[in-house]
């Protein structure tokens, strides 16, 4: 069974940076198109970044461009989420998914990932 276990959420002040990780057990991550998700309370959730299974492709919201970077480890089965400069905005409910075919394209689309965490909080002061 796949599980994906998300932890490095915490409170930062504005202009400050966390690292989210996201390991996987229960699969061999590194063949599957991975995605962060975020979802702030009343707020529909969304895409935040993700990266193909080899990890040669990365797509990023506009919101995060040059402040988030994602990046794999295969040998330790983790995808993580490198957030620099974060704001009070970025301030939700952090979310990695998983796709469940080989090698499948790079989408922002949700209804395409098929495995979820639990979620790490991540919160944001002026």
């Known amino acids: 069974q796949v599980q994906l276990v998300e932890s490095g959420g915490g409170w930062v002040q504005a202009g400050g940076s966390l690292r989210l990780s996201c390991a996987a057990s229960?699969?061999?991550?590194?063949?599957?198109?991975t995605g962060w998700f975020r979802q702030a309370p009343g707020k529909e959730r969304e895409f935040v970044a993700a990266i193909s299974g080899t990890g040669g492709r990365t797509v990023y919201a506009d919101s995060v461009v040059g402040r988030f970077t994602i990046s794999r480890d295969s040998a330790k089965n983790t995808v993580y989420l490198q957030m620099n400069s974060l704001k009070p905005e970025d301030t939700a409910g952090y979310y990695c998914?998983?796709?469940?075919?080989?090698?499948?394209?790079?989408?922002?689309?949700?209804?395409?990932?098929?495995?979820w965490g639990q979620g790490t909080q991540v919160t944001c002061s002026s």
């Open positions: 229960g699969v061999m991550f590194n063949a599957y198109t």
């Open positions: 998914a998983s796709d469940r075919q080989r090698y499948a394209s790079v989408t922002s689309d949700s209804t395409q990932y098929d495995y």
